[in-house]
């Protein structure tokens, strides 16, 4: 009688030890590789900007980057710097990646001639200029911030909603004007909510990529109509980050529980590099930085 008492305790104890929580379940644990502003060119350095060892850094960081059982690598924009042929040379290094790997598109990845700029996106591999990836009960939209710009509006009504949005804001002062930052179209806006009312109906958490930064009134490196899509992320608590470069300095700001992190730009200094693995956990993301690029823990509500 005691012997099977014991060993019936003996199988409830296992049972409970190897039973996950709800939580654990719905959102098991992972890990991911982030970059930012690779940038390169076969250029002389300007100022902090040092194009020609990017390829290096690429090579060194992916090599730390196979290391890990990653879902999958993002770079955050501005692969290159300039010239057609720069993606020759990064794009066989990117590629040697073990994990599955996506881009956003950055500014200067649309600084080559304007007959090449549609041949930019088989270079890169990228399908779609914005689209959304599945993981892990989690949504992550990628943005497209050059939709409405100077350099990578490309169909001729596209140009001429760039037009309309410059003029719109320059009517505002706003310090964000730039002709290196861009916006979004209102139909890109609208596919994001609808993003996020499924995400919402599918019970999946959201995080946001895009190049551009959207917190910060006077970061000068924003998207154009920032304020539109903070509008529009404000009303869904699914929402729990969004990740950026283009600020080659980073940044961190907290939002209504929001987490906006502004990776540092890899090209960025004589002999440092930059680059992160990103853990997601139930209650949190563990940002582990590699170089100039800090290490963080964010708590998700």
């Known amino acids: 009688m005691f ?3 014991f060993v019936l305790l003996s199988v409830l104890i296992l049972s409970n030890c190897n039973t996950k929580t709800t939580s654990e379940l719905e959102f098991p644990e992972f890990e991911i590789g982030v970059v930012a502003d690779c940038q390169y060119c076969n250029c002389e350095a300007a100022e902090i900007r040092f194009y020609r060892k990017s390829p290096e850094r690429l090579r060194q960081a992916i090599k730390v980057l196979n290391k890990h059982s990653l879902d999958y690598s993002i770079h955050l924009g ?21 994990s599955d790997k996506y881009h956003v598109l950055g500014n200067h990845d649309f600084s080559v001639p304007d007959s090449l700029k549609p041949l930019i ?8 200029r914005y689209y959304s990836i599945t993981e892990n009960n989690w949504r992550f939209i990628v943005l497209d911030g050059n939709d409405l710009s100077v350099h990578g509006a490309l169909s001729e ?6 037009d309309s949005i410059y003029n719109l804001l320059l009517t505002k002062n706003m310090p964000n004007l730039e002709t290196w930052n861009g916006g979004l179209s209102n139909e890109q806006l609208k596919w994001v909510e609808n993003e996020l009312m499924l995400a919402t109906k599918n019970k999946e958490r959201v995080g ?13 490196h924003n998207l154009w109509n920032y304020d539109q899509l903070l509008s529009i992320i404000d009303k869904y ?9 283009h600020n080659h300095a980073g940044g961190y700001v907290q939002r209504d529980g929001v987490h906006y992190l ?16 990103v853990t997601f956990r139930k209650d949190s993301l563990i940002v582990k930085g590699f170089g100039r690029e800090p290490s963080r823990g964010l708590k998700i509500r």
Request: net charge neutral.
């Open 237 to 245: 608590k699914c929402v729990k980050f969004y990740f950026n470069g």
């Open 78 to 98: 501005d692969f290159i710097d300039r010239d057609f042929e720069s993606f020759d040379t990064v794009a066989p290094i990117w590629n040697s990646l073990k």
């Open 157 to 162: 009504l596209k140009k001429q909603q760039t």
């Open 3 to 5: 012997k099977r008492i």
């Open 121 to 128: 996106f088989e270079k890169m591999n990228i399908q779609n």
């Open 208 to 220: 946001f990529y895009c190049h551009f930064p959207a917190q910060g009134e006077s970061d000068q």
């Open 262 to 277: 502004n990776f540092k730009g890899m090209v960025d200094t004589n002999d440092s590099s930059s680059f992160a693995t």
